[in-house]
């Protein structure tokens, strides 16, 4: 269906067999380097449009898009958030359950002295507000994470019949309620994203906040172990009961775990205590790059399947 490349280049192209590939500058020495392919059983169609380049294959839909580094983010993200929303209506797969942004100089400035982060979240809920009404019910799993360049990057994964149940976590405020110390907008995503029936539960990209307050500034082994505490919390039993959901899982179901770090350094740290809480089949990946607050040294996403 179509490939994300965790290597050093930013763009996005059709593959040999015209499926859409995404290249993300997101590799350093130390870190890991990788494809990460999604596929399924039939033959899928794939094409462009707007720009963006998909493939569905009857039941699933892969959008990718990309926009090159510029002064302000926020209109050119609306726009091309909008394309891909509609194009999503469209193609008759109405159900998005997963996002990813890859959001390059995540923390630097924009030409107007705001984050770029803010800048992209900005555009981002203002094309969900457009699409979608003011509501957070279309929502879905995602992950918000720096680069190692610049533009703006990003995959959504959408179903035709299956419905996407999205979970919030109780120990965190939701991100759409965020209060606005963060930013003018707050960010639009769920916590994790049951797909159902099929099962597969998608995990957000997940920081070391409580409420919604970074904890432990400073401290990147006490932030690992929020975010896996966080992370244990959101699949578990009581918490998906309370988010009307049967069953409930452990870090060791955790699978295909991205490991965000912010500072080459702390890699061992990081990497021995995911060691220690994920199962020997998560194949945890590595990536240094920034998250989307300064004082955030970690962030991880994963899956149940
Ligand atoms: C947080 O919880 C950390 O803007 O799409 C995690 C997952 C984060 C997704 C996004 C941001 C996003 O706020 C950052």
């Given at each position: 269906?179509?490939?994300?490349?965790?290597?050093?280049?930013?763009?996005?192209?059709?593959?040999?067999d015209?499926h859409?590939?995404?290249?993300?500058?997101?590799?350093?020495?130390?870190?890991d380097?990788?494809?990460?392919?999604?596929?399924?059983?039939?033959?899928?169609?794939?094409?462009t449009?707007?720009?963006?380049?998909?493939?569905h294959?009857?039941?699933?839909?892969?959008?990718?898009?990309?926009?090159?580094?510029?002064?302000?983010?926020?209109?050119?993200?609306?726009?091309?958030?909008?394309?891909?929303?509609?194009?999503?209506?469209?193609?008759?797969?109405?159900?998005?359950?997963?996002?990813?942004?890859?959001?390059?100089?995540?923390?630097?400035p924009?030409?107007?002295?705001?984050?770029?982060?803010?800048?992209?979240?900005?555009?981002?809920?203002?094309?969900?507000?457009?699409?979608?009404?003011?509501?957070?019910?279309?929502m879905?799993?995602?992950?918000?994470?720096?680069?190692?360049?610049?533009?703006?990057?990003?995959?959504?994964?959408?179903?035709?019949?299956?419905?996407?149940?999205?979970?919030?976590?109780?120990?965190?405020?939701?991100?759409?309620?965020?209060?606005?110390?963060?930013?003018?907008?707050?960010?639009?995503?769920?916590?994790?994203?049951?797909?159902?029936?099929?099962?597969?539960?998608?995990?957000?990209?997940?920081?070391?906040?409580?409420?919604?307050?970074?904890?432990?500034?400073?401290?990147?082994?006490?932030?690992?172990?929020?975010?896996?505490?966080?992370?244990?919390?959101?699949?578990?039993?009581?918490?998906?009961?309370a988010?009307?959901?049967?069953?409930?899982?452990?870090?060791?179901?955790?699978?295909?775990?991205?490991?965000?770090?912010?500072?080459?350094?702390?890699?061992?740290?990081?990497r021995?205590?995911?060691?220690?809480?994920?199962?020997?089949?998560?194949?945890?990946?590595?990536?240094?790059?920034?998250?989307?607050?300064?004082?955030?040294?970690?962030?991880?996403?994963?899956?149940?399947?």
């Amino acid at each position: 269906m179509g490939t994300v490349a965790f290597g050093d280049r930013f763009g996005l192209a059709a593959d040999a067999d015209g499926h859409p590939e995404l290249s993300v500058p997101m590799t350093s020495p130390g870190f890991d380097a990788f494809r990460e392919v999604w596929t399924t059983t039939t033959r899928p169609v794939s094409g462009t449009r707007d720009g963006l380049h998909f493939a569905h294959d009857g039941e699933h839909l892969f959008v990718s898009g990309t926009i090159t580094a510029r002064p302000v983010y926020a209109p050119t993200v609306r726009t091309t958030y909008e394309a891909a929303f509609s194009l999503v209506t469209e193609l008759g797969y109405p159900h998005i359950f997963r996002m990813w942004n890859f959001v390059g100089d995540i923390l630097g400035p924009n030409a107007e002295g705001l984050e770029i982060y803010q800048d992209f979240v900005a555009g981002r809920a203002e094309a969900f507000a457009a699409h979608h009404g003011e509501g957070t019910a279309h929502m879905p799993a995602a992950t918000g994470i720096g680069t190692r360049g610049e533009g703006i990057a990003f995959v959504l994964l959408a179903a035709r019949t299956s419905t996407p149940r999205h979970v919030e976590n109780q120990r965190q405020t939701p991100a759409y309620h965020y209060p606005e110390q963060y930013g003018p907008k707050p960010p639009s995503f769920a916590r994790a994203t049951l797909l159902d029936p099929g099962g597969t539960l998608y995990v957000s990209g997940t920081a070391s906040i409580l409420g919604h307050e970074t904890v432990h500034r400073g401290d990147v082994a006490a932030q690992t172990d929020v975010v896996l505490d966080n992370i244990a919390e959101l699949i578990g039993g009581p918490n998906l009961s309370a988010a009307g959901l049967d069953g409930g899982h452990e870090l060791k179901d955790l699978r295909l775990v991205k490991v965000y770090v912010r500072h080459e350094r702390d890699l061992p740290v990081v990497r021995a205590r995911c060691r220690e809480a994920l199962g020997p089949d998560a194949e945890p990946t590595f990536l240094n790059v920034a998250v989307c607050r300064d004082d955030l040294l970690v962030e991880i996403e994963g899956l149940v399947p």
